[in-house]
């Protein structure tokens, strides 16, 4: 929950203040990934490139929410998508990271 965290806190801020567009939020899920990818090389080789994948995945859904966000002027619904930014990443995140320990097989 920690990473998608920090993703999410730098999406906000990029989006306050550098008027960052949704549509560029899996960019910042490559770099992510790039570095996870990069850590994990020793221990799992050629898996390694999955968690670049998941992230773009991860980032994309949270693309998804925050646009859903910004094109809404319902205050609630514009809540749920910002809550929904952060949730859904961060279980999708920990359903990826127990497939790859071996924990759950899809």
Known sequence: WIEEGL??????FLI???????EAIPFIGIG???????????T??????APLMAHIVFSSLMALFFYLASET????????????????????HLLFNLWAVG???I
């Open 7 to 12: 993703k999410y806190a730098a999406v906000l």
């Open 16 to 22: 306050r203040f550098a008027y960052l567009r949704p």
């Open 32 to 42: 992510f990934g790039f570095t996870e990818g990069i850590a994990h090389m020793d």
């Open 44 to 49: 799992f080789g050629k898996a390694a490139q």
């Open 73 to 92: 002027k319902n205050r609630e619904y514009r809540a749920m998508s910002l809550a929904l930014a952060y949730l859904v990443p961060v279980y999708s």
């Open 103 to 105: 924990i759950i097989s």
